[in-house]
């Protein structure tokens, strides 16, 4: 199993293996869209036998304060290969490939059983809400010391994710 970023050649896979791992194709889209307009912050796939298995995306948010940071959105990993890791180890190297590009703090809006794991607890510990009543599914991690903008108010995702719903 190889984690590393996306390359051009891997956007139709990537494409798929999201269509098959959601009910529609929505967040399909959402990554063609990102990815089209320069807002792919991070996009790690996973490679199993030469094939796209599992895939992450990070996108640019921004709180109302106008502090800048990164959503986690969306992963997935084809059925035949969950419960192997193959999630944890593609938000694992999509975190450090943030914490490389120098991004402060983190957000996702997702299962807290599944990201506290890494480290996320819930946003409203740090004065952050979003834009869709996640209440405590919407989580935050900081990712540089010193960087978590408390009382930030609402973070915005990109304008991909209102487009594409
Ligand atoms: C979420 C997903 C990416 C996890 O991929 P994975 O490779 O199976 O992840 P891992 O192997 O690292 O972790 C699996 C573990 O997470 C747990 N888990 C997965 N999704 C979970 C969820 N929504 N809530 C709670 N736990 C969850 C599994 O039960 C499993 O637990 P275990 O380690 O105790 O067996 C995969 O299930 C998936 O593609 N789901 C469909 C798309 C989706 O819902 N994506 C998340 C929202 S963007």
């Not at 494409?15 to 098959?20: C, K, Y």
Request: overall charge negative; aromatic content about 8%.
């Amino acid at each position: 199993m190889l984690i590393r970023p996306e390359e051009p050649r891997d956007a139709d896979s990537i494409h798929a293996v999201l269509a098959a791992s959601f009910q529609t194709d929505a967040e399909a889209r959402l990554v063609d869209a990102l990815r089209q307009r320069g807002h792919l912050t991070v996009s790690m796939v996973a490679i199993d036998e030469d094939r796209v298995v599992g895939h992450v995306a990070f996108s640019p948010v921004r709180a109302e304060s106008g502090a800048a940071g990164v959503g986690l959105a969306p992963v997935a990993v084809l059925e035949s290969h969950r419960r192997r890791g193959i999630g944890a180890a593609l938000i694992e190297a999509g975190l450090d490939a943030c914490r490389s590009l120098d991004a402060g703090w983190a957000v996702v809006l997702g299962e807290p059983a599944y990201y506290s794991r890494f480290g996320f607890v819930a946003a409203s510990q740090f004065g952050l809400h979003d834009e869709y009543g996640g209440g405590d599914a919407f989580q935050a991690l900081e990712l540089r010391a010193g960087s978590m903008p408390h009382g930030a108010g609402l973070v915005k995702y990109a304008a991909e994710f209102s487009m594409v719903e």
